[in-house]
Every structure is written in structure tokens, then in C-alpha cells.
Nanobody, 122 residues
Framework: QVQPVESGGGLVQPGGSLRLSCAVSGSIFSFNAMGWYRQAPGKERELVAAITSGGSTNYADSVKGRFTVSRDNAKNTVYLQMNNLKPEETAVYYC????????????????WGQGTQVTVSS
């Protein structure tokens, strides 16, 4: 079964940085778009960033200029570099594998990781 596995979450002070990783087993990784989502308590899961198989990226307006999504196909891993984090970005961050793009927007598949907690607090 395909299962993305996230890592890299933790506690960081406001203004700090974290890099999340999402590893996927198998050779299918390089053929698939990937997305990063987050879900804060009491809120819906929202798309943060996505990257196509060819490396094109798109971001939620709230994170543009601060977050960077990238991928290493040789390592079957996608990354989310998060800079200048804000307390309101405290959430569980999820990786999604193999979603589709339509009109420039990423739509998730059913393949989710277990999530990694990011807490931004002083």
C-alpha cells in the first residue's frame, strides 16, 4: 500500500524555521504530483503548497514568499521549507501523494501520510 511518511515537525518560536520531509516508498514517486496540507484544531484541512512531477510549484497566498516546496526524485522525498513561522500556523501538516491538477490548482488523492505536528509558540 502506498503510504507517504512525514517527518520534521516540532516546536518552533515565532519567526523560526522548520523543514518538513515526506518520503514515499516505491518508484511511483517521480511520476506523481505532491501536495502539503495543514489542519489546525477546529478548522478544515487546507492546501499549503503543491509540486508537479516536473517541479512546478504553487502556494497558498498566506505562505507565498515564506514557504518553499521541493522534491528529490532520487530520494523519493518531497520537502516543505517553512520560514518566518507564525503562531496561527500551528497545525498538523500532511503530505498527499498523486493528486491531480485542474486549472492550476492541486486536488488531493486518497493517499495521505499520518501527519506531523508543527507548533509555533514562544
Amino acid at each position: 500500500q502506498v503510504q507517504p511518511v512525514e517527518s520534521g515537525g516540532g516546536l518552533v518560536q515565532p519567526g523560526g524555521s522548520l523543514r518538513l520531509s515526506c518520503a514515499v516508498s516505491g518508484s511511483i514517486f517521480s511520476f506523481n504530483a505532491m501536495g502539503w496540507y495543514r489542519q489546525a484544531p477546529g478548522k478544515e484541512r487546507e492546501l499549503v503548497a503543491a509540486i508537479t512531477s516536473g517541479g512546478s510549484t504553487n502556494y497558498a497566498d498566506s505562505v507565498k514568499g515564506r514557504f518553499t516546496v521541493s522534491r528529490d526524485n532520487a530520494k523519493n522525498t518531497v520537502y516543505l521549507q517553512m520560514n518566518n513561522l507564525k503562531p496561527e500556523e500551528t497545525a498538523v501538516y500532511y503530505c498527499n501523494l498523486g493528486g491531480t491538477y485542474f486549472s492550476g490548482r492541486y486536488y488531493h488523492s486518497r493517499y495521505w501520510g499520518q501527519g506531523t505536528q508543527v507548533t509555533v509558540s514562544s
